[in-house]
């Protein structure tokens, strides 16, 4: 056991000493969750928008007043005619266009929305928010109530999913090119002869990389408590436990890319490959799984991140028990099992 604290502590002193790989691992999630956090976005907020009407009447006057006290839109021009407003939509001087038919306010309907749809998530979006602020929320024409995210924020997407991401690319890739590391340098060889068995080191050079990604864990967890008021609605111990699953299911991942790999760029260039495209594009964290082609959503379901975001989701955001996950966790307990498993038996043919 002394030797097993003696290979740990010395890998923890050798991760603590290269500058470059303490700046990603600490300063990748602080970025990342920045960015994710403030910069990038999918709020709808100060939509451009042009008023069309031939004339204003009181009830066309409300509908204009409500939409100008919004957060979400703002009142550039008012134009008598279509053209116009699509004309400045064209021009780039507007997103969104809303024509008031001549008899609006006796009605109470005849309403056209011109929309700038080269994005065609958030064009949607500015139109449902723009029906719901002009047709008056508060009265009894619409009913709206937004669960767990009233404020409809982004971060409360973002953070699990950028939990998800960190956690296995900086496990998996970081653990695959520190052991590939050891094999260019000749050292594995110098630590496979000690008396220590080659399971116990690889273990042991496994162990600080879980150590940081629980630190990193904790780090990310108070970012988005404190610094993107996302809260944590359910229980934090649950929370820790699903995270450490995945953490070992990523390490496992690792340990199988270094039985692979035979050069550090290569471990790179795998970890970039398998595990950073499938996981931002495939895993639900910025497109929904149910959205994609049939083939895709078969290829999502062997991507781990994307049980773990899903129960991240659920346990954080909605504030669910354990019993509201246990699939998630059955499938990544056993994909954990099977990859740990089979990085281990490769490992060890290979030694043979």
Known sequence: MRQFFSFVIKETKHIL???????????????????????????VRNVRTVVVTSQIDHLTRQAVDRLAVSEYFVITATVPTPREAERMIRNQQADLAIVFANDFASKKSGLQFIVD?????????????????????????????????PGMKSAYNF???????????????????????EKEKGTMEMLLVSP??????????????????????VTILLMARFVLD???????????????????????????????????????????MVLLMPIVMLSGM??????????LQWVSAVIPPRYYIAAMRKL????VGIDGVLREVAILTGMTALLLVVALAKFKNRLE
């Open 17 to 43: 000493r290269d500058r470059r790989t303490m700046l990603i691992l600490f300063g990748m999630p602080v970025v990342l969750m920045t960015l994710f956090g403030f910069a990038i976005t999918n709020d």
């Open 117 to 149: 749809a080269a994005d065609p998530n958030m064009s949607q979006q500015w139109t449902n928010y723009a029906t719901q602020v002009i047709t008056n929320p508060s009265s009894s024409v619409v009913n709206v109530r937004m669960l767990y995210n």
């Open 159 to 181: 953070v699990p999913a950028i939990m998800g991401m960190l956690l296995m690319l900086i496990c998996a890739m970081m653990t695959s090119i520190s052991i590939v590391r």
């Open 196 to 217: 220590v068995k080659p399971l116990v080191i690889i273990i042991a050079k496994v162990v600080p990389y879980m150590m940081l990604a629980i630190v990193i864990l």
């Open 230 to 272: 996302v809260p944590l609605a359910g229980s934090l111990v649950w929370i820790v436990v699903v995270s450490v699953i995945y953490i070992v299911l990523a390490l496992s991942l690792g340990l199988l890319i270094s039985n692979i790999a035979t050069s550090q760029l290569m471990a790179l260039l795998l970890s970039a």
């Open 286 to 295: 910025l497109f929904p799984i149910e959205s994609m082609p049939t083939v």
């Open 316 to 319: 954080m955001i909605m504030g």
